[in-house]
């Protein structure tokens, strides 16, 4: 889809030789870099067993009649689909007007429906062709966005949905996996570690290693920079932007 694109992360412009240094006294930085280095972080562990529910994010799919059918900024909620042999239905709600002719209005509320060819590789029709039904579809449009929720008898499957819809031509994201039996207070965030650049990483790993987020610390900058083999200023950069990159999905805009 052309409307919609995603926003680059940008780069860290900033020489600062101390920037991204906690002050004394604050607690040390966790290094999101261990294990995989192209996998994801799951706060608060999650093994592969075990049941789970997963909360994707389909960026710009190629096909998505509710997000064509929505004006730049809104969200359609409760989507839902019915198959029809020369069509699939869909049907959602939003909280404003869309400029089309609603099935259902009242109290700042509007249901609409929109049909579209059934033979098109949706998100959801991708996902439950592998045999996992969809609970719960939210469109957002502005950039184009589907957010997705399923529950799975566990996290294998997950490779398998990513790819199937990667497929047709959309980015997917693990925004969100929580386990069986979690806290109600516990709330898991997925990390992508690919929004990282190979620099960034060996900034990262090498911090770590040597114990620069540890208090007091194990090492300096000047220390890092020279394991790394880049000037101090050069690693403040690096470290600063990993660090942003970071906190962009762990912490809520």
Same mark, same amino acid.
């Given at each position: 889809?052309?409307?919609?694109?995603?926003?680059?992360?940008?780069? +860290?412009?900033?020489?600062?030789?101390?920037?991204?240094?906690?002050?004394?006294?604050?607690?040390?930085?966790?290094?999101?870099?261990?294990?995989?280095?192209?996998?994801?972080?799951?706060?608060?562990?999650?093994?592969?067993?075990?049941?789970?529910r997963a909360r994707l994010a389909v960026r710009d799919p190629p096909h998505a009649p509710v997000a064509d059918a929505l004006?730049?900024?809104?969200?359609? #909620?409760?989507?839902?689909?019915?198959?029809?042999?020369?069509?699939?239905?869909?049907?959602?709600?939003?909280? !404003?007007?869309?400029?089309?002719?609603?099935?259902?209005?009242? +109290?700042?509320?509007?249901?609409?429906?929109?049909? &579209?060819?059934?033979?098109?590789?949706?998100?959801?029709?991708?996902?439950?062709?592998?045999?996992?039904?969809?609970?719960?579809?939210?469109?957002?449009?502005?950039?184009?966005?589907?957010?997705?929720?399923? &529950?799975?008898?566990?996290?294998?499957?997950?490779?398998?949905?990513?790819?199937?819809?990667?497929? #047709?031509?959309?980015?997917?994201?693990?925004?969100?996996?929580?386990?069986?039996?979690?806290?109600?207070?516990? +709330?898991?965030?997925?990390?992508?570690?690919? !929004?990282? #650049?190979?620099?960034?990483?060996?900034?990262?790993?090498?911090?770590? !290693?040597?114990?620069?987020?540890?208090?007091?610390?194990?090492?300096?900058?000047?220390?890092?920079?020279?394991?790394?083999?880049?000037?101090?200023?050069?690693?403040?950069?690096?470290?600063?932007?990993?660090?942003?990159?970071?906190?962009?999905?762990?912490? +809520?805009?």
């Open positions: 889809m052309s409307r919609g694109s995603r926003r680059p992360a940008s780069a +860290d412009d900033s020489t600062d030789p101390v920037a991204g240094d906690p002050p004394d006294g604050s607690p040390p930085v966790s290094d999101p870099s261990d294990g995989d280095p192209d996998g994801a972080i799951v706060e608060g562990a999650v093994g592969r067993s075990g049941g789970v004006p730049d900024g809104a969200v359609a #909620t409760d989507v839902e689909r019915v198959r029809l042999d020369d069509a699939v239905v869909s049907e959602f709600r939003t909280d !404003r007007e869309i400029g089309a002719e609603p099935v259902f209005a009242a +109290d700042g509320e509007y249901v609409y429906r929109t049909r &579209s060819p059934p033979t098109e590789p949706y998100p959801c029709r991708s996902i439950e062709s592998l045999g996992h039904p969809v609970s719960d579809v939210t469109v957002r449009t502005g950039p184009d966005r589907i957010l997705l929720t399923l &529950s799975l008898p566990s996290v294998d499957p997950i490779d398998e949905i990513v790819e199937t819809v990667e497929a #047709t031509g959309a980015s997917v994201t693990l925004e969100r996996l929580t386990r069986s039996g979690g806290s109600a207070d516990c +709330d898991p965030v997925v990390i992508d570690r690919g !929004r990282l #650049t190979d620099r960034q990483r060996e900034v990262v790993r090498t911090a770590q !290693r040597l114990g620069y987020f540890e208090y007091p610390r194990g090492a300096d900058a000047e220390a890092v920079a020279a394991a790394v083999g880049i000037a101090r200023s050069t690693f403040a950069e690096h470290l600063a932007a990993a660090q942003r990159r970071v906190f962009d999905e762990l912490v +809520d805009p």
